[in-house]
């Protein structure tokens, strides 16, 4: 499993945007299928972003045409560029590696958007 440490959470307010990073351990980066989850307090874990070994990607409908997802093979990091940012983005963002159908997660940033 492929070691995951996200980074650039914080407070910011309704409008304004954040990029969350994600750096993973290891040399098979490359390889893994990427992906940003978040879980918003009361409510289950939803994907808003992936990104193939490829380089593909695929946004939940809620985040479409406000945040960009994408990765750095050289630096084995995956990013999450959040624009017009609103009070219901407001969730804990994970990191997600998948390789061979194995899962591993990191532990997880805060944003929280203030109206």
């Known amino acids: 499993q492929v070691q995951l440490v996200e980074s650039g959470g914080g407070l910011v307010q309704a409008g304004g945007s954040l990029r969350l990073s994600c750096a993973a351990s290891g040399s098979m980066f490359r390889f893994y299928a990427m992906g940003w989850y978040r879980q918003a307090p009361g409510k289950q874990r939803e994907l808003v972003a992936g990104i193939t070994s490829a380089g593909s990607t695929n946004y939940a409908d809620s985040v479409k045409g406000r945040f960009t997802v994408s990765r750095d093979n050289a630096k084995s990091t995956v990013y999450l560029q959040m624009n017009s940012l609103r009070p219901e983005d407001t969730a804990v963002y994970y990191c997600?590696?998948?390789?061979?159908?194995?899962?591993?997660w990191g532990k997880g940033t805060l944003v929280t958007v203030s109206s």
């Open positions: 997600n590696g998948n390789y061979r159908a194995i899962d591993s």
